[in-house]
């Protein structure tokens, strides 16, 4: 087994990692989300609990996913064409992690600190 096919093992791994992430997580969100229902017999908070920790497994599994791209474009198939389709696969993922912390926070990250965020949905809708 040579080097690069080695890496390309390593970087199916880390996919699928950040795969299981996403996929895991959401699970978890849901029975969470399930426990919360039934605890509190309301779901509005749940719900706002549930899309945040729905966005913040998304967001962790986009980052490994990057991970691997990274690893991929520069140890497995490092040519100018590849460069350009991590360039514009790194892109599309900050663009969608970016979205999803304004959708998980409310607030631009730059007015997380005047606003008071601080991580935690808040018990008003």
Known sequence: MSYEDT?????????????AIMVLGGLGA??????DVIQA???ARAYRLLRRNLGRCILLGLEVLI??????????DPTIKSV?????IVLIRIVLSFSLEVEI???????????GTNGEPSDTP
Do not use: C, H, Q, Y
């Open 105 to 115: 926070d409310g607030v631009w990250p730059w007015r997380r600190a005047a606003a």
């Open 84 to 88: 350009a389709v991590l360039g514009v």
């Open 7 to 19: 890496i390309s093992d390593v970087v199916k791994v880390v996919e699928a990692a950040g795969a």
């Open 41 to 43: 017999g309301t779901a």
């Open 30 to 35: 849901f029975a969470v989300f399930a426990r």
């Open 67 to 76: 991970i691997a791209d990274i690893v991929r474009t520069i140890i497995v």
